[in-house]
């Protein structure tokens, strides 16, 4: 059985930094890209970041390059998203999936996690 568990969401001021983990079971990590994705309510799910399954290779969103980082440790079956200089535009539920191929593209990704909240305050 296949899951994604994220963590570290939360409340957090305009301009702070905070960082959010999604830790796997289930999967053969370092075989799976992973991506995160977010949702603002009201809005459709979108494309964030994400990472090759070795971590050789990154990409962002427009919106969010030069502010986050994403990284792995397929040591620990674990994927993290370290956001800084947030804007109350950041705010929104973020999702963590895996996919077979290097994709951006939400219906491509595999497996899903069940989200965690993230709150920027202005």
């Known amino acids: 059985q296949v899951q994604l568990v994220e963590s570290g969401g939360g409340l957090v001021h305009s301009g702070g930094p905070l960082s959010v983990s999604c830790v796997a079971s289930?999967?053969?990590?370092?075989?799976?890209?992973m991506g995160w994705f977010r949702q603002a309510p009201g809005k459709e799910r979108e494309f964030v970041a994400r990472?090759?399954?070795?971590?050789?290779?990154?990409g962002y969103a427009d919106s969010v390059k030069g502010r986050f980082t994403i990284s792995r440790d397929n040591a620990k079956n674990t994927v993290s998203l370290q956001m800084n200089s947030l804007k109350p535009e950041d705010t929104a539920v973020y999702y963590c999936?895996?996919?077979?191929?290097?994709?951006?593209?939400?219906?491509?990704?595999?497996?899903w996690g069940k989200g965690t909240l993230v709150t920027v305050s202005s």
């Open positions: 289930g999967i053969t990590f370092s075989s799976y890209a």
């Open positions: 990472i090759s399954g070795y971590g050789r290779n990154t």
């Open positions: 999936a895996a996919s077979l191929r290097y994709e951006r593209r939400a219906p491509s990704m595999d497996y």
